[in-house]
Every structure is written in C-alpha cells, then in structure tokens.
C-alpha cells in the first residue's frame, strides 16, 4: 500500500535540450540515491518509445519508476513516478553566444508522482503475528515518523520540480523576450 506525497506536472513549450535535460535528470536522480551509478541497463527506465511523424515531428514517451530505501530503512521505501510526454518536438538550430546549438522545439510535459511505501519488504504484512498489528504500528505507534518521511519525500519532488523548471530558465533560447515598459503604457505628468 503506497500513500502519496506529491503528485504536480511541469509543463514547457518553446525551445529546450530535450536531451540535456534528460541526461541532467539521469544524473541527478543517480546523485540523490534514486537509481544505482551503474551500467545504464540498470537505469529503472520501463518504458521509452520515439514517434516520428511528416514534417520532422516526433512523439516521445518515457516513464521512469525511481525507487529510494532512505537511510537504510527496514520499513519505508520511496517511490517516484516520471512520465514524460513530448508533443510536435522539431530539431532546430539556434546561435547563442557564437555558437550553433541544436535543440527541440515543441511541448514536454513532465507529471511526477512520489509516493511514501510502508512495510515495502512485507516484514510485518506477511508474517503470522505481526501482519494484525501492521495498520496499527504505522498508523498509531510510527505516525509522526510516517509523516517525517511523506514530508521529506514531499520536499525531494519539489526539489525535482525547481531543477527541472530552473533548467528550463538557464536554457538559451528559452528566455521571455524582455521589455522596458509593461502591458499599459505609462502615464503621468511631462507625457
């Protein structure tokens, strides 16, 4: 039984390093203990598929099941759920600073899901005794330190979050184009 912690999407349309930021990503959730440094078969990747479509469109979908045991735990086990889905993505090339950079242009949408598991390892569920006792020991006895670790997990996918939307920010290309007077224009005396 998974109770969730978090759950939001992060949306972008416009130009980006699709491939920067999922190698960012890769590396980070390795970083944070939520996939092994290993050989990238051991990447807990199930399922990625490349759509290609008239015109130089392409479709991809990719779904990343993260799993974490914090602090060597013996009875929490945190899950994340990445979904990625890019929509009408186009290879385009843009000069930044001198430099010819290819990037995608298009929409990707990012739902992140993060879920808290309880006795992940069935210690207390499958054994005779114990499993009667289950509900109460995390719900009554492990109450506050359930909630310590729904809000921890809660904080790493927000951190996720900012990554993500802060990647999107430093990317070149990707910036609002800025402007010296707002919507209206201004008024007052001397105009």
Known sequence: MAILAAQFRVKNKGTFDLKGLYEYLHLLVVEEGYAHGGSDPEFPETFHSQHEFGKGLKEHIVWWRLEKVPN?????????????????????????????????????????????????????????LLKHFNKLYWKVIMKSNFEKHKLELYREAYRLQETIKNYWKLMPGTEEPEHDAGFWPQEGIGE
């Open 72 to 128: 060597d735990s013996t009875y929490y086990k945190y899950e994340i759920d990445l979904d990625w889905r890019s929509v009408a993505i186009r290879d385009v090339e843009v000069v930044y600073q001198g430099k010819k950079l290819k990037l995608a242009n298009g929409e990707l949408e990012i739902n992140i899901l993060a879920r808290v598991v309880p006795d992940y390892a069935g210690t207390w569920s499958k054994h005779w």
